[in-house]
């Protein structure tokens, strides 16, 4: 049994659109314009969108129906416009879906195939439109004409469209008319049918909009549950916009069918390759004694495509990546890699990774839109179209091991696969096109792998022998809306791609670097890697960076203020800073007068103060800077002076109490500041402190506490030096130090680019 939503306010609107149409004939020509006008006349609504797509969907399959000239075709489908769609379906639709590549849903998905098939198709059935075909016949050999001469890539097509044909032109019947259909919309539809089904088994495939579910749901627990019949009711994804308006859905389709009657669909579980993950892992101890925080570097899901949003931006602006792929495909793909194998209940097991999971801070989570894409939408849509979000656990067994799950349109090529990235070097990747699964290069598929060209095919089977192991759980989903409502409602820095561009995302530690894989050293990359948390250039170069992220801030925070407060710590990293500030002080010009320095570490003694360096190095050299404003550390002969006084000046001059901008250095032991790992200074709330630290040169010192750090608007910390590659490489690793808990910052790493390359 199944049941659909065939006529709704949507059908009724366009086919009245349709009358406007030319009826002499209906060629294809120009016909993506007229529909695009059309649906921009709809009003908003997921059911009368998904209605309109469908349309366009029959207008194709109608073409096939023999023994009428075009122009009576246009009028009969303008008349059955308001039918349901199944009645005028036939084996048209089948071939057009097979050509195209691109499954079920023609409209859906795979619109770029579609988009440049349909010129060839046009000129085949405008050339037909003028000699008024009598015979689908006549239409069939059109079509093999084109599909012998059509473009490369429909190649792969040619072979199974060319058999369907053949399949089509001896049985002589269309698809429709070798099925039974029965329209199930109102509670008449379901009493008269259910009161005619015997005993047994009876199956609902809800492929239907999700706004329709609860509804259709009371029908058929209304006059379908009886004695004697085993029911089971199968619903596509989504489940749900949320997790309030999920946990409503399964509250009342329980209520209604049962829990245990309830099957959900994901089409990426029944995919050949994904159902042989948790069977890898079950016969393979050898793969399975290595999936722990022990020996796995990262966990990475990367669902990544070239199709753009064109032809279906409408449905997309409401959902955006997060909803369209992260939220179901993305984790329940990272649940069946890390989630316990070896629990009977492996539904549990998910449930239990999931709610395990930290929620991401703002460092964690990188969204972008392609540039078209709002020319596609049609508005200034701020949906993002890609994103990247690091996950971590807090299970024993997943200790510091960033789960890293990606999704993106309009990237410069397909990928979609799993990889879990050794400490060894090793890895174990799971590869959907071509299918496969490889550790470190051999293949771990059985010699008797085969794969199935539909995986509605493996999961219909699981439905008609009720078995749940691969579907979605709802205590799953629930837990999935958990952590991925907490990433779409964070305020996003959402970032502008190119279209058909790759994007890169990485790790540093528990942060997220993301950038395009062209030249890293284009302006554009630089800038994006700016707002992405890292730049990463030769050290010559690493300066001009840094002082260019100055003058932007600078020139951003004057707009809404009268001055700006910009802190520096000491150290040798710094003077490079210095230096190109004085050599290209034309070049970068800053208001000087609008301007307060502030010192936030120096060592109490005179021969090493970085005061001296300051002065120096930049003071000296560029008369511009008002000393009024320069704010030292109190320090003397004698050693430290009184903080307090210098927190006072800190409140009296800067009655926000925060800095607009502060540059850090990084030590080779990960120390920023005067804070140490393991400092109890970490976890001061005062602004400055007078400390003591364990180190032969300067052991006493005055720093500012990360408490200030955490609350500035945009904090960089700054890497050079050979001696930083131990500790560039454990922070890669995951070990926290001071500056790891910065999340509320604007953070941004600039780290010399052979250092980084070396760690």
Avoid at 229 to 235: N, S
Wanted: aromatic share 8%; net charge negative; proline share 4%.
């Amino acid at each position: 049994g199944a049941s659909r939503n065939p006529v709704s306010e949507g059908q009724l609107k366009l086919a009245d659109i349709l009358n406007e149409l030319p009826k002499r004939t209906l060629p294809l020509d120009g016909l993506e314009e007229k529909l695009s006008a059309a649906f921009s006349k709809l009003p908003d609504g997921n059911e009368i969108i998904s209605e309109g797509k469908k349309m366009t969907d029959v207008i194709l399959q109608k073409l096939n129906i023999a023994g009428e000239n075009l122009r009576d075709k246009a009028i009969d489908l303008r008349n059955k416009l308001s039918q349901s769609p199944d009645e005028i379906k036939d084996d048209f639709s089948r071939l057009f879906e097979t050509i195209s590549g691109v499954g079920k849903k023609v409209f859906a998905g795979g619109q770029d195939a579609v988009r440049k098939f349909l010129p060839e198709f046009k000129k085949v059935v405008d050339d037909f439109a003028e000699q008024t075909p009598q015979s689908s016949e006549e239409l069939m050999s059109g079509i093999q004409t084109l599909l012998r001469h059509s473009k490369s890539q429909f190649s792969k097509s040619k072979e199974a469209a060319m058999g369907l044909l053949e399949n089509i032109l001896k049985t002589g019947k269309p698809f429709r008319e070798r099925v039974s259909y029965l329209q199930l919309k109102t509670e008449p539809h379901f009493a008269e049918f259910c009161g005619d089904v015997p005993e047994g088994l009876l199956i609902f495939y809800l492929s239907i909009p999700p706004s329709a579910y609860i509804s259709t749901t009371e029908m058929i627990s209304k006059h379908c549950k009886k004695d004697g019949v085993t029911l089971r009711v199968a619903y596509e994804k989504p489940f749900g916009y949320d997790l309030q308006s999920a946990k409503k859905l399964f509250t009342t389709l329980e209520n209604l069918v049962g829990n245990e009657n309830i099957y959900l669909i994901d089409h990426y579980l029944g995919k050949s390759i994904t159902q042989q993950i948790p069977l890898i892992r079950k016969s393979n101890k050898e793969i399975e004694a290595m999936l722990n925080s022990d020996h796995v570097q990262s966990v990475r899901v990367s669902l990544l495509e070239e199709v753009d949003c064109e032809g279906r931006a409408g449905y997309y602006d409401r959902s955006g990546v997060f909803r369209d792929m992260l939220q179901n495909h993305a984790t329940e793909l990272l649940t069946l890699i890390t989630a316990d194998i070896d629990n009977p209940h492996f539904a549990a097991a998910k449930s239990e990774l999931l709610k395990s999971l930290t929620k991401p801070n703002k460092h964690q989570v990188v969204v972008a839109q392609y540039h078209s894409y709002r020319e596609h939408v049609g508005s200034k849509s701020s949906t993002p179209t890609f994103a990247s979000v690091l996950y971590l656990s807090d299970l024993s067994r997943w200790e510091n091991v960033p789960f890293i799950l990606t999704s993106g349109k309009s990237q410069k090529s397909d990928q979609k696969d799993v990889e879990v990235n050794f400490k060894s070097g090793g890895r174990l990747h799971i590869n959907f096109k071509p299918p496969e699964i490889r550790l470190n290069g051999r293949s771990l598929l059985p010699d008797t792998f085969t794969t199935v060209s539909n995986s509605y095919i493996s999961l219909l089977s699981n439905v008609i022998s009720g078995d749940k192991t691969l579907l979605p759980d709802v205590q799953t989903v629930l837990a999935s809306w958990t952590v991925w409502d907490h990433v779409i409602n964070l305020q996003h820095n959402l970032l502008l791609h190119p279209d058909h561009r790759d994007m890169a995302v990485s790790n540093f530690g528990k942060f997220l670097i993301a950038g395009y894989t062209e030249n890293p050293m284009e302006e554009e990359h630089l800038k994006f890697f700016n707002q992405a948390f890292m730049v990463s250039d030769h050290e010559e170069h690493l300066y001009e960076h840094v002082v260019q992220d100055v003058v932007r801030v600078v020139g951003e925070t004057l707009e809404s203020s009268d001055e700006v407060h910009i802190a520096v710590s000491g150290g040798s990293t710094i003077l490079g800073v210095y230096k190109y500030l004085v050599a290209h002080s034309s070049r970068h010009s800053l208001p000087w007068n609008k301007v307060h320095i502030w010192q936030v570490d120096e060592r109490c003694e005179i021969e090493h103060a970085n005061s001296q360096d300051l002065r120096t190095y930049l003071l000296d050299d560029i008369p511009e800077i008002l000393t009024s404003q320069v704010h030292f550390m109190p320090i003397s002969d004698a050693g430290c002076g009184d903080i307090t006084a210098y927190q006072k000046e800190f409140k009296s001059a800067n009655p926000k109490g925060k800095f607009n901008y502060i540059i850090l250095g990084l030590g080779s032991d990960g120390h920023t500041a005067s804070l140490f790992k393991g400092s109890k200074t970490i976890s001061e709330t005062a602004d400055f402190k007078h400390v003591k630290v364990d180190t032969a040169t300067s052991p006493e010192r005055l720093t500012v506490t990360f408490d200030l750090i955490n609350r500035s608007d945009w904090v960089s910390i700054l890497v050079t030096g050979s001696g930083k590659r131990d500790v560039i490489k454990a922070i890669r690793q995951g070990e926290k130090f001071p500056v790891s808990n910065v999340d509320n910052a604007q953070l941004t790493w600039f780290i010399d680019e052979i250092l980084l390359l070396k760690s």
